[in-house]
């Protein structure tokens, strides 16, 4: 008979971690919360769409998607709707998700700070007028503010997901 | 022979967000764009008619993964445009976090990214969970390499990402000694495993070569990110406050980051740790030079793919120095150095990660920004990857198979270890054949 530790479940939480306008640096910080429950979350938790660490990803049927990063245009905001079509739940991670900032710096710009190497970006590259939160673009379930995430309420949610979905 | 138009949507395991569109036409390769896609955040506008304090904090979140290298290099700016000096304290502390980056932000690239390519596999989530695999070794190896470092990090300056301690002048508060035999301890056992490692890296055939030019900081007392001069192929040196006329920027249309070339010749070189190696070897830790000798012997190199190799020497040389430092410094109380506040230009050029990494900041007489300026390395390395990789497409197309050719553009450019935002995500290759 096996031990408890070794029991894997026959239903993994499948989740996807996607980033758009930001530093990143929550998906640093995922990379090195694997340090310390790699095994933990081997067992319970199907990383299904996760470009950082794989090339084989996939949209279908997420259980839950976490997105850090503001949206800057409206083909990031698709890419952010396609995503919620896809995903039954979806947490915004880090402050740019949570609360456009600090991405959202260029929203308090006056027109006359608006220099033509600024104007040439925006208009070669489609840019939204406004850099919005993610709030903004699609109905968000859950939210783990911090710059980068808070940690503990990242885990929190984590667990809360496991939880529904009765994993563990 | 290839016709058609080919498209890859995601290339993951890279830093940040980038394109990469290959035209063939009767079998030719006729354009490649290396495309940077993230968008931009205009930070060094936002800074402007801001107070010069709180700049450096808020630049640091330019990048996730090398935050302290953006922290350091704004400080650098800002205390050189005030004539602050600093101590040698703080000199110190400031080395050995930048020990910690290197230590973790190296091993996240070697082991997450890059790792899967010398293993076979797609992703280090692949890695069988049997405790004879060398993947399975080699991924444990990478957790504790990474949290080391990040724990550094955690002790001198109070986080791995966005520290809130440095700031300018010094520390808000010193670090606390109690805690340096542990690290010490931690470091000395983790040798071992960042030269088994070192020797994966080295024994990997993959090969590239490049042209021979290059770029980094050189302080000849030491093997140096933070203080040096800048240094290229031909042995020219340049002060770190004359670094940006060494360089001609070159708008890249498809691309939301600008290139370089050097200004006087136009030609595209290549910053990162295989430029240091090339260059710097023989300034390694004594124990770096003495352990890591045979993988040493291959610099210098134009094989892009040393670059993995010579990250990972560069592990085992922060190791040995930040056994030093934390062995040998006696912690005293100190407050920030300040000086009065006045109008002034100053340059704070580093070695991030991924290469050199420019700030400029220009202060106004009641101490707000007045303008500022930043060169990341990846923008530096855009030309070269995309000369490079135009290269391997023109000397492989007729010898290997579509999904070979694409996956070795993937492998080359991890190899590259390019930093989008400067950051992470997935890249996307679109190939337009004709």
Same mark, same amino acid.
């Given at each position: 008979?096996?031990?408890v530790?070794t029991?894997?479940p026959?239903?993994?939480?499948a989740?996807?971690?996607?980033s758009?306008?930001?530093?990143e &640096?929550?998906?640093?910080l995922?990379? $090195?919360?694997?340090?310390d429950?790699?095994d933990?979350?081997?067992? %319970?938790? /199907?990383? =299904?769409?996760?470009r950082?660490l794989k090339t084989?990803?996939s949209?279908? &049927?997420?259980d839950?998607?976490?997105? $850090?990063?503001?949206?800057?245009?409206?083909?990031q905001a698709?890419? %952010?709707? /396609?995503? =919620?079509?896809?995903?039954?739940?979806?947490?915004?991670?880090?402050?740019?998700a949570c609360t456009g900032l600090?991405?959202s710096?260029?929203?308090?710009?006056?027109?006359?700070?608006?220099?033509e190497?600024?104007?040439?970006?925006m208009n070669?590259?489609?840019?939204?007028?406004?850099v919005?939160k993610?709030?903004?673009?699609i109905k968000?379930?859950d939210?783990v503010?911090?710059?980068?995430m808070?940690?503990?309420?990242?885990?929190?949610?984590?667990?809360k997901y496991?939880?529904?979905?009765?994993?563990? | 022979?290839?016709?058609?138009n080919?498209?890859?949507?995601?290339?993951?395991?890279?830093?940040?967000?980038?394109?990469?569109?290959?035209?063939?036409?009767d079998?030719?390769?006729?354009d490649l764009?290396?495309?940077?896609?993230?968008?931009?955040?205009?930070?060094?506008e936002?800074v402007?008619?801001k107070p010069f304090?709180?700049?450096?904090?808020?630049?640091?979140?330019?990048?996730?993964?090398?935050?302290?290298?953006?922290?350091?290099?704004?400080?650098?700016?800002?205390?050189?445009?005030?004539?602050?000096?600093?101590t040698?304290q703080?000199?110190?502390?400031?080395?050995?976090?930048y020990?910690?980056?290197m230590i973790?932000?190296?091993?996240?690239h070697l082991?997450?990214?890059v790792?899967?390519?010398?293993l076979?596999?797609?992703?280090?989530?692949d890695?069988?969970?049997?405790?004879?695999?060398?993947?399975?070794t080699l991924l444990?190896?990478?957790?504790?390499?990474?949290?080391?470092?990040?724990?550094?990090?955690?002790v001198i300056?109070g986080a791995?990402i966005?520290?809130?301690?440095?700031?300018?002048?010094?520390?808000?508060?010193?670090p606390?000694?109690?805690k340096?035999?542990?690290l010490?301890?931690r470091l000395e056992a983790?040798?071992?495993?960042?030269?088994?490692?070192?020797?994966?890296?080295?024994?990997?055939?993959?090969?590239?070569?490049?042209?021979?030019?290059y770029?980094?900081?050189?302080?000849?007392?030491?093997?140096?990110?933070i203080?040096?001069?800048v240094?290229?192929?031909?042995?020219?040196?340049?002060?770190?406050?004359?670094f940006?006329?060494?360089?001609k920027?070159v708008?890249?249309p498809y691309?939301?980051?600008e290139?370089?070339v050097?200004?006087d010749?136009?030609?595209?070189y290549?910053?990162g740790s295989l430029?240091?190696v090339?260059?710097n070897?023989?300034?390694l830790?004594?124990r770096?030079?003495k352990?890591?000798?045979?993988?040493?012997d291959?610099?210098?190199s134009?094989?892009?793919?040393?670059n993995?190799?010579a990250q990972a020497?560069e592990?085992l040389?922060c190791v040995d120095?930040a056994?030093d430092?934390?062995?040998e410094?006696?912690?005293?109380p100190?407050?920030?150095a300040?000086?009065?506040?006045?109008?002034?230009?100053?340059?704070g050029?580093?070695e991030?990660?991924?290469g050199?990494?420019?700030?400029?900041?220009k202060?106004?007489?009641?101490?707000?920004?007045?303008?500022?300026d930043v060169i990341?390395?990846?923008?530096?390395n855009q030309i070269?990857?995309?000369?490079d990789?135009?290269?391997?497409f023109?000397e492989n197309?007729?010898?290997?198979?579509?999904a070979?050719l694409?996956y070795?553009a993937?492998?080359i450019?991890?190899?590259?270890?390019?930093c989008m935002?400067?950051?992470t995500?997935?890249?996307?290759?679109e190939?337009?054949r004709?």
């Amino acid at each position: 008979m096996d031990s408890v530790d070794t029991i894997v479940p026959s239903k993994k939480l499948a989740i996807g971690w996607f980033s758009f306008t930001c530093s990143e &640096d929550s998906t640093i910080l995922l990379t $090195e919360l694997l340090n310390d429950h790699w095994d933990e979350w081997k067992k %319970v938790i /199907e990383f =299904r769409h996760l470009r950082s660490l794989k090339t084989q990803n996939s949209l279908k &049927d997420l259980d839950v998607a976490f997105i $850090e990063g503001a949206v800057s245009s409206e083909k990031q905001a698709d890419e %952010v709707r /396609e995503i =919620r079509n896809n995903s039954k739940y979806v947490v915004a991670v880090g402050s740019c998700a949570c609360t456009g900032l600090p991405s959202s710096s260029r929203n308090d710009f006056l027109s006359e700070e608006m220099n033509e190497k600024m104007k040439f970006y925006m208009n070669h590259f489609n840019y939204s007028d406004k850099v919005k939160k993610l709030a903004d673009v699609i109905k968000v379930d859950d939210m783990v503010e911090g710059c980068p995430m808070n940690v503990e309420v990242f885990l929190t949610v984590v667990d809360k997901y496991l939880d529904i979905f009765k994993i563990k | 022979m290839h016709d058609g138009n080919i498209t890859i949507d995601s290339i993951s395991k890279i830093e940040g967000t980038a394109g990469l569109e290959v035209t063939v036409k009767d079998g030719e390769v006729k354009d490649l764009k290396f495309i940077i896609k993230d968008y931009r955040r205009f930070y060094t506008e936002a800074v402007k008619g801001k107070p010069f304090m709180a700049s450096p904090s808020f630049l640091s979140r330019i990048c996730g993964t090398c935050s302290v290298a953006h922290l350091f290099a704004s400080l650098e700016a800002i205390e050189k445009s005030q004539g602050i000096e600093l101590t040698d304290q703080t000199n110190l502390l400031r080395r050995l976090a930048y020990d910690g980056l290197m230590i973790r932000d190296h091993a996240l690239h070697l082991y997450f990214f890059v790792l899967p390519d010398v293993l076979g596999i797609d992703s280090i989530l692949d890695i069988p969970d049997d405790h004879d695999d060398l993947g399975h070794t080699l991924l444990h190896d990478s957790f504790d390499i990474k949290r080391l470092g990040a724990d550094i990090t955690d002790v001198i300056i109070g986080a791995a990402i966005h520290a809130p301690i440095p700031t300018i002048g010094g520390f808000l508060k010193p670090p606390d000694p109690s805690k340096f035999p542990e690290l010490v301890d931690r470091l000395e056992a983790l040798r071992p495993q960042v030269l088994r490692g070192i020797k994966v890296f080295y024994e990997n055939e993959d090969e590239l070569i490049r042209n021979e030019d290059y770029m980094c900081l050189r302080n000849d007392e030491s093997f140096e990110f933070i203080e040096g001069e800048v240094i290229n192929s031909t042995g020219k040196r340049v002060p770190e406050e004359q670094f940006h006329d060494f360089l001609k920027l070159v708008v890249v249309p498809y691309s939301q980051s600008e290139g370089y070339v050097f200004s006087d010749v136009h030609e595209d070189y290549l910053v990162g740790s295989l430029a240091r190696v090339n260059f710097n070897k023989d300034l390694l830790h004594p124990r770096t030079l003495k352990d890591a000798k045979t993988f040493l012997d291959v610099f210098p190199s134009n094989n892009v793919y040393h670059n993995n190799l010579a990250q990972a020497i560069e592990i085992l040389h922060c190791v040995d120095d930040a056994i030093d430092i934390l062995s040998e410094i006696e912690i005293k109380p100190e407050k920030p150095a300040q000086a009065e506040r006045k109008a002034g230009v100053g340059v704070g050029v580093v070695e991030a990660p991924r290469g050199i990494l420019y700030h400029m900041a220009k202060i106004d007489d009641k101490g707000m920004i007045e303008d500022y300026d930043v060169i990341v390395p990846t923008s530096q390395n855009q030309i070269c990857i995309e000369k490079d990789l135009k290269r391997y497409f023109s000397e492989n197309l007729s010898k290997k198979s579509e999904a070979e050719l694409k996956y070795d553009a993937e492998k080359i450019i991890r190899a590259y270890d390019p930093c989008m935002s400067c950051a992470t995500n997935f890249l996307t290759i679109e190939w337009i054949r004709s």
